[in-house]
């Protein structure tokens, strides 16, 4: 499967119109429910600690939905940085 390059996740889903987002959302939602379910029967068979599914399973939502475009961006610390008064 050869990857195409699109613009931020920020950038598409800003542009959107409401009635495109279900059919945007619904590939990576899908491709979650189907990585989740990897996870939980790895959890089951004791491949992974019920800890270390709870981080797949956040790492793998983190990737599909954008969380460093959508959170991380919003709160970075060159912000955090920039926004704090220097004392004197």
Avoid at 59 to 65: D, E, G, H, K, P
Wanted: hydrophobic share 45%; no cysteine; glycine share 8%.
């Amino acid at each position: 499967m050869a990857g195409t390059a699109t613009g931020s996740l920020v950038q598409q889903f800003a542009s959107m119109k409401p009635a495109e987002f279900g059919q945007a959302i619904e590939p990576k939602w899908q491709l979650g429910e189907r990585l989740v379910k990897e996870v939980r029967g790895a959890v089951e068979k004791q491949q992974l600690s019920p800890l270390d599914g709870a981080r797949v399973i956040s790492s793998i939502t983190a990737t599909l939905f954008g969380y460093d475009e959508f959170i991380l961006r919003e709160i970075s610390a060159e912000s955090l940085l920039a926004a704090t008064p220097m004392r004197r």
